[in-house]
T-cell receptor, first 115, second 117 residues
Framework: KNQVEQSPQSLIILEGKNCTLQCNYTVSPFSNLRWYKQDTGRGPVSLTIMTFSENTKSNGRYTATLDADTKQSSLHITASQLSDSASYICVVSSPRGSTLGRLYFGRGTQLTVWP | DAGVIQSPRHEVTEMGQEVTLRCKPISGHDYLFWYRQTMMRGLELLIYFNNNVPIDDSGMPEDRFSAKMPNASFSTLKIQPSEPRDSAVYFC???????????????FGDGTRLSIL
């Protein structure tokens, strides 16, 4: 069964500290992996998209890594800010022509940054 | 540039009533997606359109749910009759053209929070 598992479920860190969120998946075949940030009461916003051949991608203080062999991804946040408090969702895509081109969603990691 | 616009932002209605959610995608985007988000199940893809044509509706939970896209700038998601278990936040998203599953990000609206009493 295709699945996406995120850990931890929730995380509290102090402002200025770094943190790493994990995403493990079993989706196959694989097309790409996306990380989204979702603020409370808002829609998700895309942070990074990585294909099979990419193993690192950055977006400001956010750096995503992908190990397609072990089917693991991580999102590293550097020098956290209060505005980083949000839910971070990992989404894995299967290509068109298989499983009807579905998207597989993790349940998200709820990050809280304290001053 | 305007993002994806959804209306209404909040909807409260009684069980059995018809509910219509509306979405205006970003101009020029070829793909439109409808999602549902609940605490129990997280984000779920319900249906998506390419060039106004429904491509995959296998995520639509029941026949009570229907979606249309009469033109490139407007889509609706309808629930008739509504039930309390339909209570959720419904998101619409759009993305530029290109192969499905490619490198284009999806742009989400801020959702409609639906409560069925």
């Amino acid at each position: 069964k295709n699945q996406v598992e995120q850990s931890p479920q929730s995380l509290i860190i102090l402002e200025g500290k770094n943190c790493t969120l994990q995403c493990n998946y079993t989706v196959s075949p694989f097309s790409n992996l996306r990380w989204y940030k979702q603020d409370t009461g808002r829609g998700p916003v895309s942070l990074t998209i990585m294909t099979f051949s990419e193993n690192t991608k950055s977006n400001g203080r956010y750096t995503a890594t992908l190990d397609a062999d072990t089917k693991q991804s991580s999102l590293h946040i550097t020098a956290s800010q209060l505005s980083d408090s949000a839910s971070y969702i990992c989404v894995v895509s299967s290509p068109r022509g298989s499983t009807l081109g579905r998207l597989y969603f993790g349940r998200g990691t709820q990050l809280t940054v304290w001053p | 540039d305007a993002g994806v616009i959804q209306s209404p932002r909040h909807e409260v209605t009684e069980m059995g009533q018809e509910v219509t959610l509306r979405c205006k995608p970003i101009s020029g985007h070829d793909y439109l997606f409808w999602y549902r988000q609940t605490m129990m199940r997280g984000l779920e893809l319900l249906i998506y359109f390419n060039n106004n044509v429904p491509i995959d509706d296998s995520g639509m939970p029941e026949d009570r749910f229907s979606a249309k896209m009469p033109n490139a700038s407007f889509s609706t998601l309808k629930i008739q009759p509504s039930e309390p278990r339909d209570s959720a936040v419904y998101f619409c998203a759009s993305s530029p053209g290109g192969e499905w599953g490619g490198n284009q990000p999806q742009h989400f609206g801020d959702g409609t929070r639906l409560s069925i009493l």
